[in-house]
């Protein structure tokens, strides 16, 4: 045998290799479309690599053809070629009211002071919010997919996040020891893996990612945040790709109320911790308590990369992620954004986009929004369609092709778009014929 020879059966054998691969991993993730495509493809090209090389023993120029065109597509799929866009972040002028976020705004009822003084304010989101109001509320009976248990039970854990919001904050031990930067990082991101987060960072607090005032939770409403801790120490906690894959029915709620009660409690147990060490610390957890911008602290802590449906995407897991965070002066080592291609695959993908049923996420390219050049979600669109349905949807973060789980495959495909611009091209369509441009939308 020839080296020609051997080259068109190895490269032969590798391609097979990688779509029986991406045929068992689609069948374990449910995936039926996807499973049998890669299947189909796997049979038409084994027949037609080896059944002609076999029963046919083509002439070498066609084996070079072949094999030549094959090693192409190989190189340009894998080879780092283009660059990779990174998050503009311009100078940031004015801090973010809490109290315009849509979760606070649900929370004006009429006639209530917060009501009167809020719209007073702002009047250009009165109209809105009252027919916004109007219709159910997030688990209650009268949205789409209610369901008198499930939704009670979700309910029951937002309700335990709830009650921990009284403990983020407290006194430090007033025995502040002195510190090595370095081992402490080293500590304190073991520390937060083992209490269960999937991926941790450190951030210089960027002061204008902090509230200006409170919108929602235990402190008083309109009251100005002030946090000047240093640090921001950001993790990820994984959820569970089953979960996400019921979008937009009540599983994935179900799945990031759980999500967010295991952050806070990793929050709360760090804030704890670092207290006693001497230094303040505030864990900032969901139930209405941030008092941070969770998806930009999180982006300088290296954690991943703003997509265009506005979730955090991470490098390993996708946007299927829930984030938390605790600000502190404890002396630590803070980590540098990362960029593995996001900006770029988004810019081409748009398939958040497509399928939101809202319509709440733009196709068109990127804007500036108070210094950060993004896709401007619509947060209006999307809540409201949240309350219709009365989960929180999550279509955009099922469909993203960055949500497919962390597999041998679905790596190699990380690999190959973190660097390649004909990568990215090529994984765009192939995920659209796989998965479907616009998948179905499941049965409750
Ligand atoms: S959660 Fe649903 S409605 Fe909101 S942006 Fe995503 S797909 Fe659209
Ligand atoms: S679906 Fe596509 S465009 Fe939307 S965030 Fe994911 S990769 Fe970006």
């Not at 990031?256 to 911790?273: F, G, K, N, Q, V």
């Amino acid at each position: 045998m020839t080296v020609l020879h051997a080259i068109y059966l190895v490269v032969g054998a590798l391609v097979c290799v990688f779509l029986e691969l991406l045929a068992i991993s689609s069948l374990r993730e449910d995936q039926l479309r996807a499973a049998t495509i890669s299947s189909t493809l796997f049979i038409f090209f084994a027949l037609i690599w080896f059944g002609g090389y076999f029963v046919l023993s083509p002439p070498d120029t066609i084996l070079t053809l072949f094999s030549v065109l094959a090693v192409v597509f190989f190189v340009l799929y894998f080879a780092p070629l283009g660059s990779n866009r990174e998050i503009r972040i311009g100078s940031i002028t004015e801090r973010f009211d809490e109290r315009d976020v849509i979760f606070s705004r649900e929370e004006y009822l009429p006639e209530t002071a917060e009501y009167i003084r809020y719209y007073a304010m702002k009047p250009e989101y009165k109209e809105i919010d009252d027919r916004m109001r109007k219709l159910p509320e997030l688990l209650e009976p009268g949205g789409r997919f209610y369901d008198a248990e499930v939704s009670g039970r979700i309910d029951a854990v937002f309700r335990q996040i709830e009650k921990l919001t009284t403990a983020v904050d407290g006194e430090t031990s007033g025995q502040c020891r002195e510190i090595d930067a370095v081992a402490m990082t080293h500590t304190i991101k073991q520390m937060v893996r083992d209490l269960g987060a999937d991926e941790v960072g450190i951030a210089v607090l960027n002061p204008m990612f902090v509230y200006s005032h409170v919108g929602r939770g235990p402190e008083k409403w309109s009251a100005p945040i002030i946090n000047n801790h240093r640090f921001a120490v950001a993790f990820t906690v994984e959820m569970r790709y089953a979960a996400v894959s019921a979008a937009p029915l009540l599983p994935i709620t179900e799945e990031t109320a759980d999500r967010y009660l295991r952050a806070a409690r990793i929050s709360i147990e760090l804030a704890d911790h670092i207290r006693a060490l001497g230094y303040p610390a505030r864990a900032h957890i969901s139930g209405s308590n941030y008092q941070i911008i969770l998806p930009p602290v999180a982006h300088d802590a290296g954690l991943g990369e703003l997509g265009r449906h506005g979730y955090l995407i991470s490098p390993k897991f996708g946007p299927r992620i829930r984030l938390g965070a605790v600000t502190t002066d404890l002396p630590l080592v803070a980590d540098k954004p990362v960029s593995f291609g996001v900006q770029n695959f988004c810019a081409r993908c748009l398939k958040c986009a497509v399928n939101c049923p809202a319509g709440a996420i733009p196709a068109a390219g990127k804007t500036e929004v108070r210094g950060v050049e993004k896709w401007p979600l619509n947060p209006e669109q999307c809540f409201h369609y949240w309350r219709v349905i009365g989960t929180d949807c999550g279509l955009c973060m099922k469909v993203c092709p960055y949500s497919h789980p962390p597999t041998f495959v679905h790596n190699a495909v990380r690999a190959a778009i973190r660097r390649s611009s004909f990568a990215r091209r090529f994984s765009i369509w192939a995920d659209d014929l796989l998965y479907g441009k616009k998948p179905p939308l499941p049965r409750p």
